[in-house]
């Protein structure tokens, strides 16, 4: 199978067009474009690639991208891949940035984003109520969790600070505690 | 204005880093260049989070692009996007290379344990807080501001998208939909 640079951008932007609802959606979309139809890698490569992606900071989708890129043609295969899915929604959010500010002032428009920001509003929280499941499940990430929102709630603090602070106090827990898994 | 750029670089590179647990992980930090900056209002900014749920593409890099693009323009989302990626990409590159000893490694795992949590109280302070601008339009409880329309609204679409599976694309249109009944027609 062709393997040229441009091929892998191509199919990446293909995959990047059609990435709606979070990152996890481009894995069934790998599934079918590059371990289906150009066998570029196997099923297991696509799930051990998946469980990197889960351990390493960043877009979930870019990196994935990076990941399968890299297997396929080392580097430059990285670079074609995660161009790939960035152009696509990079052009149309651009668009959507430049047309959305001719109609911003109409009042139909704005009625539509006060309930749109609303809708936000649901989302973030059940995104949390989704977070939570999988993350606030012991006695320590139940207090961590807990210390975290009461500071954030009364004072203003730059969230790298939190990431940084609850990863360290995780690492020194488990130091303590001697717990090898959570 | 170099200066603006190097600042959405250093910013932005921030959120590539330490933004944990996909997209949305990436909102507290673009409400606290909010607050710090003022490059866009907070409506812009949930308006800018709710595009990005409905236009393809990863959400982090489509909100990277919006913002870029409120603060300084084309080129501001090009510093922006590029930031957001390239540490990242260095990393995932590094660890591809170094995958088999750190599948299991518990340093690693204890840590993600200590970050779950944090991603999630962060982006719950920022439910928190929306609420109260959007829906109370204020920065404290007071219950006579409270904006009833919107507020039967959220518990609407609360309840609807609890039922149903959570689908961002469908919670967007119905929140449009209610928005402009609201205005025009109650």
Redesign the interface.
């Given at each position: 199978m062709n393997k040229s640079l441009i091929e892998i951008f191509k199919i990446f932007f293909i995959i990047?067009?059609?990435?709606?609802?979070?990152?996890?959606v481009?894995v069934p979309l790998l599934k079918k474009y590059i371990v289906d139809e150009r066998k570029w890698i196997t099923d297991e490569e696509l799930v051990?690639?998946y469980?990197?992606?889960q351990?390493?900071?960043?877009?979930?989708?870019?990196?994935i991208a990076?990941?399968t890129g890299?297997?396929i043609k080392k580097?430059q295969g990285?670079i074609a891949a995660?161009m790939g899915?960035?152009v696509?929604?990079?052009i149309?959010?651009?668009l959507?940035?430049?047309l959305?500010s001719n109609f911003a002032n109409l009042?139909?428009v704005q009625?539509?984003?006060?309930?749109?920001?609303?809708?936000?509003?649901?989302?973030?929280?059940?995104?949390?109520k989704?977070?939570?499941k999988?993350?606030?499940n012991?006695i320590?990430?139940?207090i961590?969790?807990s210390i975290?929102?009461l500071i954030?709630?009364f004072c203003?603090t730059?969230?790298?600070l939190?990431?940084?602070?609850?990863?360290?106090?995780?690492?020194f827990?488990?130091k303590i505690k001697g717990?090898?898994?959570? | 204005m170099l200066k603006l750029y190097f600042l959405l670089c250093y910013e932005f590179a921030q959120i590539g880093i330490f933004a944990i647990g996909g997209g949305y992980a990436a909102i507290p930090f673009l409400f606290h260049i909010q607050d710090k900056y003022n490059w866009f209002s907070i409506e812009e900014l949930t308006n800018m989070i709710a595009i990005s749920n409905i236009t393809p593409g990863p959400i982090g890099i489509n909100m990277a692009t919006y913002a870029g693009f409120k603060t300084a323009g084309i080129l501001g989302s090009t510093v922006s996007t590029f930031s957001m990626l390239i540490v990242p990409f260095i990393i995932t590159i590094l660890i591809t290379k170094l995958f088999s000893k750190l599948q299991n490694n518990d340093t690693i795992k204890n840590l993600f344990m200590g970050l779950r949590p944090a991603a999630c109280a962060l982006l719950l302070s920022i439910g928190i807080s929306l609420l109260f601008t959007e829906l109370f339009n204020t920065k404290e409880i007071n219950f006579e501001s409270i904006d009833i329309k919107q507020f039967g609204l959220f518990i609407v679409l609360l309840i609807s998208m609890s039922f149903f599976k959570k689908n961002p694309l469908i919670t967007i249109l119905l929140g449009a939909i209610g928005g402009v009944i609201l205005n025009y027609f109650i």
């Open positions: 990047g067009i059609q990435l709606l609802g979070g990152g996890y481009i051990d690639l469980a990197i992606s351990c390493i900071p960043g877009i979930i989708a870019a990196n990076t990941i890299y297997k580097l990285a995660i899915i960035v696509p929604s990079f149309i959010i651009l959507f940035a430049m959305l009042e139909i009625a539509a984003f006060k309930g749109i920001r609303t809708a936000v509003i649901v989302l973030v929280i059940l995104t949390v989704d977070l939570w999988k993350s606030v012991s320590f990430t139940y961590l969790f975290i929102l954030l709630l203003k730059s969230p790298t939190v990431i940084i602070g609850a990863g360290f106090s995780a690492i827990y488990s717990v090898k898994n959570a | -």
